[in-house]
């Protein structure tokens, strides 16, 4: 074992099975067997905001406008005026119609049946960042000119995601925006979880995948956010710089940026360019650097030439799987084809540790393939890498114990598919290399000409250069995420 995670055989047996259980317990309660009724009316009583509200916000996304339709609503007398009583749990709801196999389109008209039309947003039509800046701020602007129903909603509203880790990533970077310019409370969010992995919903207890009694399942979801608790979440700026003039195509996660503030207090191996192209971007569940990215990037490239071969969760998977057997991480014929060595050839690693502001070089071993940033206990479809250190090898290795509110990454390495595999399954942990509060990392060429990169499952092939370092810096973004706790 790389790293023990438990003081003793017996123990780690226990855990196991504590986990498959609890896994069991999660897919009864997904399904909606709890024993609990939820009566359609009363929870639609719950959640639905006014109708001159609903038109209102509608309006303003639809004209960009968040002005105009708040004037109109509530001084031209059109529906309500402003003197309706405010739900008790509002909410809206994202929803990716293409996630969920089949399920999306049903799910859309399911949630737009208990709460209205105007509250379910297909990403599709209307982009978060749109609600964020038209919808939230019509009703801002109406709380500002008296309306007490709309300023009580406002200062209320919760948000639930159906949708992957990636959709709900989207919507949390969205709404980080309201803290850059003011405009708080920032709405918590809950997660209906429709994508493949759904770490982020194993992680906040909304389950792992969408469940199969799911009309009743959808309902139990609802009534729990309307009063579930909320958590933190940390969220991590990623910012890419390199050589202009090099060709990437980073995902949507990843904006092209003018400003490029790589700290300048550490010595590089390579030259540093005249010109730089920058991009950054967040994430909140994980970033990595080799083999597993270059899996996800080829997968991701079929699936987009092959959509017929992706039907849903458990489809992707199995592709999945077929294509990492195919990709040289079993049988790595190093001494033909450098690509297929380890990263320790191409990158250089320095980190921040808790309370420190000086830069630490951390040394990259020499058998690891791939190396993962990790914010969240969930990888990969709810595996736990990082494992369970005994407090006593936690000491040892002057780690602490995980936290999703920390302010700290654990950064661990994969070597091989046969190593990865033993950690996919939790039979072992992976290869610990440290804890970090800031990590940077500098990438060069040689004999490499591309790096694969990932964000939350949003993979990207990063061009290397042989006389020019490329750099990741990764740094704690001050305000955190708000979850709703689904448990």
């Not at 960009?64 to 003197?83: C, F, I, M, T």
Request: aromatic fraction near 8%; charge should be neutral.
């Amino acid at each position: 074992m790389d790293s023990p995670t438990t003081s003793t055989t017996t123990a780690g047996e226990s855990s196991r099975i504590f986990a498959a259980r609890s896994s069991v317990i999660e897919s009864i309660r997904g399904c909606g067997l709890s024993g609990v009724r939820i009566d359609k009316e009363d929870l639609k009583r719950k959640l639905m905001m006014p109708k001159y509200l609903r038109l209102a916000v509608r309006d303003a996304i639809r004209s960009k406008d968040a002005a105009s339709p708040a004037d109109r609503y509530l001084n031209g007398g059109e529906v309500g005026g402003g003197s309706e009583q405010p739900p008790e749990g509002p909410m809206v709801v994202f929803v990716n119609s293409k996630s969920g196999g089949r399920h999306g389109p049903e799910l859309k008209e399911r949630l737009q049946q208990l709460m209205g039309e105007e509250q379910v947003f297909d990403i599709s039509d209307v982009k978060p960042p749109q609600f964020v800046h038209y919808g939230l701020g019509c009703l801002e602007k109406l709380a500002m000119l008296g309306d007490f129903c709309a300023k009580d909603i406002r200062e209320k509203l919760r948000i639930m995601v159906a949708g992957g880790d990636g959709t709900v990533g989207w919507v949390l970077g969205s709404l980080s925006e309201l803290y850059r310019e003011g405009r708080e409370p920032v709405p918590p969010v809950g997660i209906i979880p429709l994508g493949t992995g759904n770490d982020l919903a194993r992680s906040f207890g909304w389950g792992g995948s969408f469940p199969f009694a799911w009309k009743s399942a959808v309902k139990r979801s609802l009534f729990r956010a309307i009063s579930g608790p909320v958590c933190r979440l940390d969220s991590w700026q990623v910012l890419v710089s390199m050589p202009c003039g090099e060709v990437v195509d980073p995902p949507y996660s990843l904006q092209p940026t003018e400003e490029c503030s790589l700290d300048q207090g550490l010595e590089v191996e390579g030259q540093l360019p005249a010109k730089l192209n920058c991009y950054e971007g967040v994430f909140y569940n994980y970033f990595s650097i080799g083999m597993d990215a270059q899996i996800a990037y080829g997968f991701h490239h079929l699936r987009n030439e092959k959509p017929f071969l992706a039907q849903g969760p458990i489809s992707n998977k199995l592709i999945y799987s077929g294509y990492t057997c195919t990709q040289g991480w079993f049988l790595t014929p190093c001494i033909s084809d450098p690509s297929l060595r380890g990263l320790k050839n191409i990158l250089r690693m320095h980190v921040k540790k808790v309370n420190c502001s000086e830069w630490e070089q951390i040394p990259v071993p020499k058998s690891v393939r791939a190396i993962v940033v990790l914010n969240l206990h969930n990888y990969g479809s709810g595996r736990n890498p990082w494992g369970t250190p005994s407090p006593e090898y936690l000491e040892k290795r002057g780690f602490v114990e995980a936290h999703v509110d920390d302010g700290l990454l654990e950064i661990f390495g994969l070597k091989q598919g046969w190593h990865a595999s033993f950690v996919m399954v939790e039979l072992i942990s992976a290869k610990h290399i440290t804890q970090a509060a800031a990590i940077r990392l500098e990438i060069r060429g040689g004999e490499w000409k591309d790096a694969f990169m990932q964000m939350d499952g949003e993979p990207w092939k990063q061009p290397m250069n042989r006389e020019y370092s490329s750099f990741v810096e990764i740094r704690r973004v001050p305000r955190q995420s708000l979850m709703i706790n689904g448990d």
